[in-house]
């Protein structure tokens, strides 16, 4: 039953997506006004924010190949462009800054950064520290970062962090309001079922989810049901190319970027953050997406079938099984050891 509510899903939603803009990137709505009407189409991929610096963060790369990375992404359609507050220490956030200023371009990008905060003046002070690094005035989506652990959705209300976002918004400093996990879809239906009307959530879609700790069956049909635009990420188990499913399972027929990302396009999202760290990542990424085609049920069945064996204990998606991929900051709000 709950594979025929997502295939169902998809194809409402691909119903609805814009497969020739004028720049060639499909596009599906993030939002809509009163009427029903598009308030904003985004790309079916997203340029993710920490792999898109990580070249000049962590290898010695020139900063300007990182920012001709950007705009090569925007040149080629894509218009979603992520980040947050923690990636690369702020970082991220001061390249892509840098970018966007350049001729007008953040007027073309909608733009989604992350609070690290769950409490008012926290939330805040993130807030002014993320508008001044990316050089904007508003933030088109802003994102509590990291729902990862049970208690995190209690403290943004009970703490200050949810009422800030509401006077951020209604001050005209942000336009949408989401979260964002990796852990648990349980914790992830918690907030969605809080008293406020999410915009938008972040969660992990790959091929690996649907057999543990599912967030495209359990997290997917809730935000369709009260309306918050689902986006997905680590749709390769990771980074590109060293991510867990295409690391560890890359000689095996179909588990390749290619077909991991077109099934993930394939499900009821409105776009996919990709971890593109340089040009011929973006050449890939945006082939798929150009020339998008949804895969076939039967073709998604034999995939997930494929895999079952190895992708019920959660070797593949370690976000979910371990505490190794959460934010330092994170961690340290939680009193957990620092990695």
Known sequence: MRAQQIQQLSQNYLALQTNNPADGLPRRPFARDAEGNVKDAVSIITLGGWHSVARAAMDGAPESECIALMHAALDEGINFFDNAWDYHDGYAEE???RALAMDGKRSRVFLMTKNCERDYAGS?????DSLRRLQTDYLDLWMFHECNYDNDPDWIFERGALRAAIEAQQAGKVRYIGFTGH???RIHTKMLRKPHAWDASLMPINLMDAHYRSFLNEVVPVCHELGAAPIGMKGFGGGWPNGRILERMGDRAGIDPVTLLRFNLSQPVVSQVVGIKNLEQLKVAVGVARDFVPMAEEEQTELLASVITEAGDGRY???????????PHHRKQHNFAIA
Do not use: Q
């Open 183 to 185: 852990k648990d879809p």
């Open 317 to 327: 998606e370690t976000f979910k099984s371990t505490n190794e991929h959460d934010g």
């Open 95 to 97: 390249v892509m800054g």
């Open 124 to 128: 805040m002070r993130d807030l002014e």
